[in-house]
């Protein structure tokens, strides 16, 4: 129960990895804000929560919106009275396109969700944070901020701005003791997974070192820790959850060497 108390704001939580953070910090014993911008999602993960004997309430809103983010706060607060965390999670993510065939609308839409959401929420919170003399922001990020997606061009400079946004927030915000960290995701599996072929799923695996797609469950801890006292001298900071895609130069099968693949490292350290 490293969260005891503690009233966590979740955006774009209703589904998803929003919502296994959600329920992640809930079992540590913080009181749960669902947001999403669908009321029966919201109510459904509420009800999830509830059955965690934990306090809940759901707000149905459009975090890009100016609007949408006030309605936010403002019924965290009328419910809590507090605001303890924040975690940006809201994001568009499955817009696949060409640099080529972008519109202004897809480009304007993605940075409205992505930053703009983050913007509205973060300093209506950062506001009642530095009231309060204490506050965590976690910042949901990708690996596309490091390394390019192919046909993600949108995406990919929103989340290099989510992490540009937590160190520059992390700086203006730690006279107030609100710390300000990133977890950014590599490949996790969510329900546009649903239905894709084991063969496809294997083929994706190969590509990353620990041989398996990130769950809930991993973004979940990777948030609980920056949001609980364990790392109360950590601002400014990107921990990246991702199986080791970044640390390497290229996929394994496009190794020059490839390693043998029917034999493990312990094989030839007996050697």
Known sequence: MRL??????????????????????AREGAHIVVNGSKE???????????????????????VSTSAGAEMLVTRTLETFGRIDILVNNAAVVAV???????????WERIFAVNLGGLFHVSTRVARVMAQQGAGCIVNI?????????????PYDATKGGIEAATRAMALDLAPYNIRVNAV??????????EGVAETELARRRRAIPL?????????????IFLCSDESSYITGQVLYVDGGLL??????????????????YHDFATK
């Open 211 to 223: 041989n398996r797609e990130g769950t809930n469950e991993d973004t979940a801890r990777a948030v």
């Open 141 to 153: 990020g990708s690996v596309g901020a490091s390394r390019a997606h192919r046909n993600m061009a």
């Open 184 to 193: 950014s995701l590599g490949l996790m599996r969510t329900d546009r997974w």
């Open 40 to 62: 029966n999602y919201v109510e459904n993960t509420c009800q999830m929560i509830a059955d965690l004997g934990v306090p809940v309430i759901g707000v149905t809103a459009d």
């Open 96 to 106: 696949i396109k060409h640099f080529l065939e972008l519109t202004p609308e897809v």
């Open 4 to 25: 005891k108390d503690k009233v966590a704001i979740v955006t774009g939580s209703s589904r998803n990895l929003g919502q296994g953070i959600a329920l992640g910090l």
């Open 247 to 264: 640390a390497q130069l290229r996929p394994a099968d496009a190794e020059s060497t490839p390693p043998p693949k029917d034999k493990l």
